[in-house]
């Protein structure tokens, strides 16, 4: 889902590469973007489902376009997404649906909020790619990540460690949509939801 132009430029992972960065990655940092949700609103029966039970992975979509997808987004005030920016080898190229957009990742240094790379790139999920089905209620989701399975393996296992990734990138990181997913999801797997202070 990351791109580069001609030479190597930071761009912004937010799924899968957080726990399993691709061999080409030359630089990371922990930030976020502004204005933009992540949600689990892409169709996956080539990774973590099949045709006949599709999983669901996450997607980046800009907040305003998903409020018109959303009629009950449980999170409608948040507009940060926490990921890690990649300096990449400029040869990776996005698969089809995204559209590549130039932004600023932002970070918390000495307490306060700054802007710690301008202008890198990053993918963003597009409502006409034909995997991208939108906004489900959490439960239903939770209940299709929390069955589904695809030949790179559990749905939830991609679920827990992006949720497990998203802690470890900074003492700032959340995702409220992401982490109320995983507690619905531990739920159905009988574990635990308290989580150290």
């Known amino acids: 889902m990351v791109s580069a132009p001609a030479l190597p430029s930071p761009s912004v992972s937010i799924d899968a590469v957080f726990w399993k960065p691709p061999p080409h990655v030359i630089k990371q940092v ?3 973007l502004k204005g933009y949700v992540r ?3 892409q169709s996956s029966h080539d990774h973590r489902g099949t045709r006949e039970n599709p999983g669901r992975v996450v997607t980046l979509v800009h907040k305003e376009d998903w409020d018109k997808f959303s009629e009950a987004d449980a ?3 948040e507009d940060v997404v926490w990921g890690v920016a990649y300096t990449i080898d400029p040869a990776y190229e996005a698969e089809d649906g995204y559209t590549m957009e130039t932004l600023d990742i932002y970070g918390i240094v000495d307490g306060q909020e700054q802007v710690i790379i301008h202008n890198a790139f990053c993918y963003v999920g597009r409502n006409d790619n034909p995997s991208f089905i939108g906004s ?3 439960n239903i989701l939770a209940d299709r990540i929390w069955r589904t399975v695809g030949p790179s393996g559990p749905n939830k296992e991609y679920l827990y460690k992006l949720a ?3 802690r470890e990138l900074s003492p700032n990181s959340y995702d409220s949509h992401l982490f109320a997913l995983e507690e619905m999801v531990q739920a159905l797997d009988g574990i635990s ?3 150290s202070a």
């Open 30 to 32: 922990p930030g976020y």
């Open 39 to 41: 949600r689990f609103a």
């Open 75 to 77: 999170f409608p005030h």
């Open 136 to 138: 489900e209620p959490l």
């Open 164 to 166: 497990d990734s998203v």
């Open 193 to 195: 939801t308290k989580q």
